[in-house]
């Protein structure tokens, strides 16, 4: 995006299959200044990127209400107060107009009201309120008016309460048609219905209310979208139902013109047929809704209310007019309503709705905590930091959200093939009539054939009705909504539960990337490691009896570690602070020395205790003329682990060696593990010598080590990498390995915290846990599985349903699939492909699925506080 | 307004093509039904009309959207 172009998301409605995708797709990018549109069915969402110079909001509604389609707008009453005259009212609809995304603003001076008609997502009740407050009114709303999230909701709902209701109209007055068509076949159940309801024409007014009440969609839908020259689902089924309750009409009320005559009244046809696809719509809507979920209930955390502390006094606002800054109060059970830093108090906070983490973690003055996290155990109050647009649940929120508006690749394939395929089907329709109109009929019909898993015979059906009627259900049995559904609705569920487990995919294209990768390159400092270095071993020669001015005592790994952090108490080089936090750790008291002397560029010397002690390097020793023989093997071989090794004397005798280096995190090992376990290849990239990082990689079980490699030249290690063929990931923290992360073919950034906005890579793991990396492989795994799944089910549904409803099979078999037989195949493909998706809410990654966090097999012995100790 | 004006003329000229398209394919079906014999005229009518639609169904997004694609070079 260059700096003239914008983005924008509008939402859409009366989209129902993939081909609406690429109408409404194509009226966009047929304006001028639109140059990306990406259409998301089951979000029913536009992302586009169009520079506003040349094509505004207006002529984008209109591109898409031209093809039949709409944007939905709503309202909201916001009471107006200070307003007291007609250059006001001016003034409120001046500043609420100029708004990007409201269409509409009509004050009443007398209510001291501003009713605002607007496009949901793209602007906020608090940007309007803002707006009135800036030219000086105040502006509040009014109560009933919900907000985005309830309105949603609504409006799926409606849709539910629509088709249930024309579900049941259908359904009902449907079966008693099926009832009075199949009397004969009733046997002694015939007792029981009256037999008026077999005479052909009231089975015909039944079905008349069916067609013409809850099936007037298909026809009203359809004929809009013909004005403009665009076809879609809807008149596949118009004119599946259209054209069966049409020869049925016509072979009621004249016999003789040659359709069939009255053994080819096909009234239960259009009644069922309609009654099926409404029933997959119900379905549809009922299902369509929970694969979103997740993200519902991201946008529910936020709290609505805040309780300020303002001038000592406690005062409860809504939660969308915190201001940076506001000392807010948080008691137990209750919810954060932004983010912010604790100032006083202390409690435990549940933030696994954010960031997958099981645990409270606890909170004190100057720790952090997260808008829409939940408060567990005591009050405390914090300052506002981020609020708004800018708290990191709605940076998660906005990030899911585009994830799940971009399209995959796979997807983009799909889409195209639906979108495409109405007008093959029609085509096809055409080939079918004129195959069995001039050939087929003559040559292979059968009186005695019947309809699929339907005792009724076609009887004396004319060659006109029987080719209409084979080119009626090739449209039916051909609709392509499965096709459509398959990939948008597995990777909304997919992005949503990644998100659940504190994974961000920031678009489609990431998981399909994910699912693919073959080799998994760490950063090894910061990421693999804890990027600071700390003791991980204290040998002692316990051969040595320390004597000072005081006393005598035989040296042990405590007394070593002692007078060494005594001694480097005051020295500033990273490893005599490592050696200082060791002996903290270690619960020892750090006194002062007597006297301290830096030796640059090799160690430090000090009296401690009455004791000389003496630490550096070997060189030092050397220098200072002590004999180290004795500790020299196991000094090398620490050295050989990776690790820096100090050597220690006391009173001019070897008395030990420390050894220091950079830790690993406490999952890293594990996360290796699971990682093989999925049969990828592990890498690690860093500017460290090759000795410590062999050592490192060897203690990890990482496969492949690039050492030695600066900052700038990690992204040409992935290039080779991706040049043997390999599908790469770089993991690392996103803000120094930025190049590398680009690189790769999926970036993702660790340990990221909550501040998502700015991080790169294509994949964020909001904690510092580097098992995510598994989960957000597994999760993209198990997201492209449904995804296969799905399109297989699609697939194979028209593959087979094609041939069978053009009566390929009929000459051997003399049987075809009655249209309504073929209305009901399509509304299960659908919640066949919907309920597959489902079941991924259920899915868990692997570390969830085997309980408690294994601290054990990934915690390193090199852990900071257990130091490996060991005497020579 | 040059966006609905543009749409407008796009609207016509395609409809000069597709429904002369459709017609033709129509009757087209209904002199091979009536020349191939023994088709009742309902059948020939119907078939007519039923292919008539379908060739619409088919070539009115096809024409408008080649119709389209040569109003904008232009």
């Known amino acids: 995006m260059n700096e003239s172009t914008s983005n924008l998301t509008l939402p859409i409605s009366g989209m129902t299959c993939a081909s609406c995708v690429s109408h409404v797709e194509g009226a966009l990018k047929e304006l001028p200044g639109v140059d990306h549109v990406i259409v998301n069915l089951a979000t029913n969402k536009a992302n586009l990127v169009y520079d506003p110079k040349q094509a505004g909001l207006a002529d984008m509604q209109r591109a898409i209400e031209d093809v039949g389609y709409s944007v939905p707008t709503t309202e909201l009453t916001l009471d107006v107060r200070g307003m007291t005259c007609a250059s006001c009212v001016a003034h409120v609809e001046n500043a609420l107009k100029e708004l990007h995304g409201v269409k509409e603003a009509v004050v009443n001076l007398g209510l001291g009201t501003a009713r605002v008609t607007y496009i949901p997502g793209l602007i906020t009740t608090s940007t309007m309120k803002r707006a009135v407050r800036e030219v000086g009114y105040e502006a509040s709303e009014r109560s009933e008016g919900a907000d985005a999230l309830d309105r949603e909701r609504q409006a799926r709902e409606e849709e539910i309460k629509r088709q249930g209701r024309n579900l049941i109209i259908a359904g009902a007055i449907g079966l008693i048609v099926m009832i009075g068509t199949f009397y004969e076949m009733l046997g002694p159940l015939k007792a029981f219905v009256p037999e008026f309801l077999s005479y052909k024409w009231v089975i015909g007014l039944l079905t008349t209310p069916i067609v013409f009440g809850p099936g007037r969609q298909f026809f009203t839908n359809s004929w809009r979208g013909l004005r403009h020259g665009v076809t879609d689902m809807n008149l596949l089924y118009a004119t599946g139902i259209g054209a069966a309750y049409g020869i049925a009409v016509i072979n009621t009320l004249f016999p003789k013109a040659g359709f069939g005559g009255e053994g080819a009244t096909f009234f239960e046809s259009a009644a069922l047929l309609t009654a099926f696809i409404i029933l997959g719509r119900w379905l549809e809507a009922l299902t369509r809704g929970r694969t979103s979920e997740a993200i519902r209930k991201l946008m529910k955390l936020q709290p609505k209310i805040a309780r300020i502390v303002r001038d000592g006094k406690e005062e409860e606002i809504p939660a969308d007019e915190v201001e940076i800054g506001d000392l807010i109060l948080v008691r137990p059970g209750e919810g954060i309503p932004v983010d912010g830093a604790v100032a006083e108090g202390y409690s435990a906070v549940d933030e696994s709705m954010l960031t997958g983490e099981s645990l409270p973690v606890e909170k004190k003055a100057g720790d952090n905590v997260i808008g829409g996290t939940l408060n567990k155990t005591g009050a405390f109050k914090f300052t506002a930091t981020r609020v708004g647009k800018d708290t990191a649940l709605a940076q998660i929120i906005k990030l899911v959200e585009d994830a799940q508006a971009s399209k995959a690749p796979i997807q983009k394939l799909a889409d195209w093939v639906a979108g495409h395929f109405i007008l093959g089907v029609h085509m096809l329709a055409v080939l079918v009539f004129i195959f069995w109109f001039f050939f087929g009929y003559q040559l292979f019909f059968d009186p005695n054939s019947r309809f699929i898993l339907s005792p009724y015979s076609l009887g004396e059906i004319g060659v006109f009705g029987f080719s209409l009627l084979l080119s009626v259900t090739v449209l039916v049995i051909s609709c392509p909504c499965a096709v459509g559904l398959a990939t948008p609705s597995a990777m909304m569920a997919g992005t949503g539960k990644a998100a659940q487990h504190g994974v961000l995919f920031k678009g489609a294209e990431a998981i399909e990337n994910t699912s693919k990768l073959q080799t998994i390159v760490f950063d090894k400092t910061g990421t693999l490691t804890k990027g600071e270095p700390s003791v991980t071993d204290v040998v002692i020669n316990d051969q040595l009896v320390v004597i000072s001015k005081s006393d005598h005592w035989i040296l042990n790994t405590d007394h070593l570690l002692h007078l060494a952090a005594i001694a480097e108490k005051n020295s500033e080089h990273p490893l005599g602070e490592a050696i200082v936090l060791g002996a903290e750790a270690r619960g020892l008291v750090i006194g002062e020395a007597e006297r301290f002397n830096s030796i640059p560029g090799h160690g430090v010397e000090a009296q401690v205790a009455g004791s000389a002690v003496l630490l550096g390097n070997r060189k030092l020793m050397r220098e200072r003329h002590v004999d180290f023989t004795l500790l020299m093997a196991k000094a090398e071989a620490l050295e050989a682990d990776g690790k820096t090794v100090m050597f220690v004397a006391i009173g001019g005798q070897a008395a030990g060696l420390i050894a220091v280096a950079d830790t690993l995190k406490e999952y890293t090992i594990e996360a290796i593990q699971r990682l093989h376990k999925l049969g990828l290849e592990t890498a690690m990239i860093t500017g460290d010598n090759r000795r410590t990082a062999e050592a490192i990689a060897r203690q990890v079980g990482i496969d492949r080590v690039h050492a030695e490699v600066l900052p700038q030249d990690k992204a040409e290690e992935v290039k080779k990498l991706q040049a043997l063929g390999k599908k790469v990931t770089m993991v690392g923290d996103g803000v120094n390995d930025a190049p590398a992360l680009a690189q790769a073919d999926v970036g993702m950034a660790i340990g990221s915290g909550t501040d998502v906005a700015k991080e790169t890579g294509d994949v964020i793991l909001i904690k510092d846990d580097i098992r995510d990396v598994v989960v957000a492989l597994e999760v993209a795994k198990a997201t492209m599985r449904k995804v296969k799944q799905n399109l297989f089910w699609a697939f194979i549904y028209n593959g087979l349903g094609i041939p069978l409803g053009a009566g390929l099979f009929y000459p051997f078999i003399s049987l075809i699939i009655s249209p309504e037989l073929a209305g009901l195949l399509m509304a299960i493909s659908s919640i066949t492909v919907t309920l597959n998706t489902l079941l991924l809410k259920g899915f868990k990654p692997t570390i969830r699925r085997d309980g408690r966090p294994q601290r054990g097999a990934g915690e390193s012995k090199s852990r900071f506080s257990p130091v490996a100790a060991s005497s020579d | ?74």
Do not use: D, H
């Open chain 2, 1 to 74: 307004m040059e966006y609905k004006r543009l749409e407008k003329e796009v609207a016509r000229r395609s409809a000069l093509i597709y429904l002369p398209v459709s017609f033709g394919a129509a009757i087209l079906f209904y002199l091979a039904a009536s020349l191939g014999g023994g088709y009742p005229p309902v059948a020939r009518f119907g078939g007519m009309i039923w292919v008539g639609l379908l060739s619409l169904i088919v070539s009115m997004p096809i024409i408008t959207s080649r119709v389209k694609r040569q109003a904008r070079g232009q």
